[in-house]
């Protein structure tokens, strides 16, 4: 059997994807980092529903696709609707932002009624999440940086 301390390693490394889904931007308001991540996202189809001081919500209708091991009384196959929601929290801090990022699958049957809402867990799409969090800090970085009169 491990010891105590041998499992908790062991736990912190196979879930080190789960964590550290956050970071800080420096110098940046909220409505930058809204607008940086949506020119970010667009390309790839996604659009913003909804923002505030406090995040941002973006979503891409993915159609009909099949879901195995769902069932719905209403759904005569296994085809259900998708929509992939990929959620923005800001935490002001004195000297910027930190931004925390989650990404959600939501399910609906023929009639666009809930059916199951889940959350993003596999390694390689919050190794995704990661990506996405370091190009948005970087991208927001640059735009404040050729803003910035002060600097050459």
Known sequence: MLA?????????IAGQPLFGQQVLI???SPALI????????????FVLVRSDSLGAEFGLDRGKIPQ???????????LFRVIMEVHLSFKPQKDGSVVSVYEDAVVLDDDSAFVQRRRVTTHSELDNLRVFLNDLQN??????????????
């Open 4 to 12: 105590w301390s041998r499992w908790l390693l062991l736990f912190e």
């Open 26 to 28: 420096r110098n940046a």
């Open 139 to 152: 991208q927001v970085q640059a735009r404040i940086g050729r803003s910035d009169p002060t600097k050459p």
């Open 68 to 78: 195995h091991g769902m069932y719905s009384g209403r759904v005569r196959n296994n």
């Open 34 to 45: 809204t607008q940086t991540a949506a020119q970010y996202l667009q390309p790839d189809g």
